[in-house]
């Protein structure tokens, strides 16, 4: 097959669309929409978020050394919107999105948002000054899930968040599943088994 050659961009797809709320002293929590966050190291469980230097946050989170990742489900997709759209210099976005600021043990400043499904609370290990974007990399210190999505043997079952993706300008509801890790080399009776859990 023959590619078309185009210039090098961020097209990587889909993403996350996640809520980070943050604060620090003097500064009323915000939230910002980021879609450009990831998963750097497993141990200790590290994650990556970058964002903008001239964004409201960049420098709340510069300055508390801390944010809150919260994953977004479908009913809170349009305040995700809202938060990426809006800027935290003009609008109180818990008030303007009815969301709830809830205390985080391991936060100084940064509540999580109430509303959303799962947070990872993280603290900020190195800033790389990257160009338009700075990344802040940081060690997740703690985490807090809904009790709707874990399941009658206490694991977390992420379907029931009904999480949201990013792709190109467009958000999108997760589908089907279509594997599992390792689904390549399972035998034909655990790949049966997996999948009928899956659905």
Same mark, same amino acid.
């Given at each position: 097959?023959?590619?078309?050659? @185009? &210039?090098?961009? $961020?097209? @990587?797809?889909?993403?996350?669309?996640?809520?980070? +709320?943050?604060? +620090?002293?003097?500064?009323?929590?915000?939230? #910002?929409?980021?879609?450009?966050? %990831? $998963?750097?190291? +497993?141990?200790?469980?590290? =994650?990556? #978020?970058?964002?903008? *230097?001239?964004?409201?946050?960049?420098? #709340?989170?510069?300055? +508390?050394?801390?944010?809150?990742?919260?994953?977004?489900?479908?009913?809170? /997709? *349009?305040?995700?919107?809202?938060?990426?759209? &809006?800027?935290?210099?003009?609008?109180? *976005?818990?008030?303007?999105?009815?969301?709830?600021? =809830?205390?985080?043990?391991?936060?100084?400043? $940064?509540?999580? #948002?109430?509303?959303?499904?799962?947070?990872?609370?993280?603290?900020?290990?190195?800033?790389?000054? @990257?160009?338009?974007?700075?990344?802040?990399?940081?060690?997740?210190?703690?985490?807090?899930?809904?009790?709707?999505?874990?399941?009658?043997?206490? &694991?977390?079952? @992420?379907?029931r968040a009904e999480l949201t993706?990013?792709?190109?300008?467009?958000?999108?509801?997760?589908?089907?599943?279509? %594997?599992?890790?390792?689904?390549?080399?399972?035998?034909?009776?655990?790949?049966?088994?997996?999948? &009928?859990? /899956?659905?």
């Amino acid at each position: 097959m023959a590619f078309e050659l @185009l &210039k090098p961009g $961020t097209l @990587l797809c889909p993403v996350p669309a996640v809520m980070v +709320s943050c604060a +620090s002293e003097g500064e009323k929590p915000n939230i #910002i929409t980021i879609a450009w966050a %990831g $998963t750097v190291c +497993s141990q200790p469980p590290m =994650v990556s #978020i970058s964002v903008r *230097k001239e964004r409201h946050s960049h420098h #709340i989170i510069r300055e +508390s050394g801390e944010f809150v990742i919260n994953l977004v489900g479908r009913n809170q /997709l *349009k305040a995700c919107d809202f938060c990426g759209v &809006k800027s935290g210099r003009d609008v109180d *976005k818990f008030s303007a999105c009815g969301l709830t600021a =809830v205390d985080v043990p391991e936060m100084q400043y $940064t509540p999580a #948002i109430g509303e959303s499904p799962l947070y990872l609370a993280c603290k900020v290990e190195h800033v790389l000054e @990257l160009g338009s974007h700075d990344a802040f990399v940081a060690r997740i210190v703690g985490m807090g899930v809904a009790p709707e999505i874990m399941d009658e043997n206490g &694991k977390i079952d @992420l379907r029931r968040a009904e999480l949201t993706a990013y792709s190109h300008g467009t958000y999108y509801a997760l589908g089907e599943a279509m %594997g599992f890790f390792g689904y390549s080399v399972a035998s034909d009776e655990v790949l049966k088994r997996r999948m &009928k859990d /899956l659905r």
